[in-house]
């Protein structure tokens, strides 16, 4: 299978991405334009009809091509053409050429990840089919394919989740691996808690721990403690793992910050439950916390995003005696775009000025959408050329382009204030760069003004000196 594991220092190849369109069916293959560099969906299923109804599904939720067997034979002739790249495989259990699970071992031996749909909930074929490591299953009908689209759409995702599995037991942390890269997450391995704090602070975006308690060195309520003390519980997620029979060792993991607690021995569905329970819990608190600190119109960072890390800039820069820039941008004469072309035109000038902004300033600094066309942004260890020379040109670039709205050419000016006086606060500051916003649009608009001056002016272009 694809697998995306770390070993302490070593990993392996990542799971392919997935992003094409377009459903070809068995009969349509030689007239089928072939993309070699974008993978696509192998659906095998008996029935041509309800692949083609999947793929409809596929495409339109999870923005996939489907490429589309009936047979064994098909799909192996299909997986033979190298020009041809799959990401996942979903597959049915009624075919004419592959009896009981042998669809399901085909897919497997090729590396894929693998969904297998069922015509029923019988314990029996459960028992079969999750006896291999497959990626999930799920019984045909509606409600069935929605749950494939999900769980395609998954794939990817758990392919950039790190889980960190710790255990001092071999046989313990090749099974959990095992369960884990067969949901295609990436996998760390450690063998006992002071390792496992190593690996962490290498890998800080790791979503979840699987820890067990008994290991020597530090066990796993020691480490629990430890992570809590730099990771909250909306930030990363501890599952505690000990044999049954030890209730107080649950209580303990949970008092001591775990998120979770699994007893051994456990089944695979539960210990995926207790997974995707925790990982669930991060990403949405990852999204609340995505959400209200970012513009929704431009996908920049926001004003509440701005005070969270411009002040402890501002403040490293003050101490330490660091060149300072802090500017306010202003798009020229916004007000008479949307009188003139309409408030839907009016966000895409503004995101088409937000996308030249973070071309040429994200990475620099703390750049933010303060609230309508305005902008702030704050640079440390720019010099007064460089920083003339940084807001110059994105003033330039904003001059020299344009956005296509509805057959219509909208051209707009930036004018920009700047400081690299730090006064008493970051607020001061920021109040003198609007005020040099201010002096610009007095000055004509579609110019940069800022104080100090740098050493060489540019012509047509207003500076004020200090």
């Given amino acids: 299978m694809h697998r995306n594991t770390t070993v302490e220092n070593g990993t392996v190849p990542q799971l392919q991405g997935r992003v094409c369109s377009g459903v070809t069916r068995a009969s349509e293959r030689s007239a089928a334009p072939i993309n070699r560099d974008i993978p696509s969906i192998l659906v095998i299923n008996g029935s041509m009809a309800a692949s083609r109804l999947l ?30 790249k799959f990401s996942a495989a979903v597959v049915g259990l009624q075919l004419q050429d ?54 395609l759409n998954r794939i990817p995702l758990n392919n950039c989740t790190k889980v ?42 790791t979503t979840l721990v699987i820890t067990d308690n008994e290991m020597p060195l530090m066990d796993g309520i020691t480490l629990t403690t430890r992570i809590r003390e730099t990771h909250g519980r909306d930030e990363l997620a501890i599952i505690g793992v000990a044999a049954k029979g030890s209730p107080a060792t649950a209580v303990r993991f949970l008092k001591h910050g775990a998120s979770d607690f699994l007893a051994k021995p456990f089944e695979k569905e539960e210990f995926y439950c207790r997974v995707y329970n925790c ?26 995003a701005f005070f969270t890390q411009a002040p402890a800039l501002f403040s490293t820069a003050k101490t330490s005696g660091e060149a300072l820039a802090v500017a306010m941008l202003d798009i020229d004469f916004f007000k008479k775009v949307n009188d003139t072309y309409g408030h839907a035109a009016g966000d895409e000038v503004l995101r088409h000025v937000a996308a030249l902004a973070k071309d040429q300033l994200e990475g620099k600094g703390v750049l933010a959408r303060f609230g309508g066309e305005e902008f ?9 050329t460089a920083a003339w020379s940084l807001f110059d040109t994105l003033r330039a670039a904003v001059e020299a ?65 200090p």
């Fill in 164 to 205: 960190l599995v710790v255990d001092d037991s071999i046989a313990a942390r090749d099974l959990q691996g095992a369960f884990l890269t067969a949901q295609c997450f990436h996998v760390l391995f450690a063998t006992n808690g002071a390792e496992a704090l190593q690996l962490l602070a290498k890998h800080p975006d």
């Fill in 98 to 151: 592959a009896k009981g699970t042998r669809i399901v071992e085909f897919a497997l031996e090729h590396g894929l990840p693998t969904i297998v749909l069922t015509g029923s909930w019988q314990e029996e074929t459960r028992r079969s089919i999750f006896s291999y490591p497959i990626f999930d299953y799920f019984v045909k009908g509606k409600l069935g394919i929605e749950d494939v689209c999900r769980a």
């Fill in 376 to 384: 702030c942004v704050i640079c440390r260890g720019m010099d007064r």
């Fill in 279 to 304: 990982i669930g819990i991060i990403e949405h608190a990852r999204a609340i916390t995505k959400a209200a600190y970012t513009d929704p119109l431009t996908g920049m960072g926001n004003r509440l």
């Fill in 55 to 84: 793929g409809g599904a596929i495409l339109a939720k999870c923005g996939c091509r489907v490429e589309t067997a009936s047979t064994l034979a098909q799909a192996e002739a299909l997986l033979a053409d190298k020009r041809r």
């Fill in 401 to 465: 382009s344009s956005v296509e709205y509805e057959g219509v050419t909208i051209r707009v000016t930036l004018s920009i204030g700047a400081t690299l006086t730090p006064l008493n606060s970051l607020d001061e500051t920021i109040n003198h760069a609007d005020q040099l916003l201010y002096e610009a649009k007095n000055g004509g608009r579609n110019r940069v003004v800022m104080t100090p001056p740098p050493v060489e002016t540019s012509k047509g272009v207003t500076f004020l000196m």
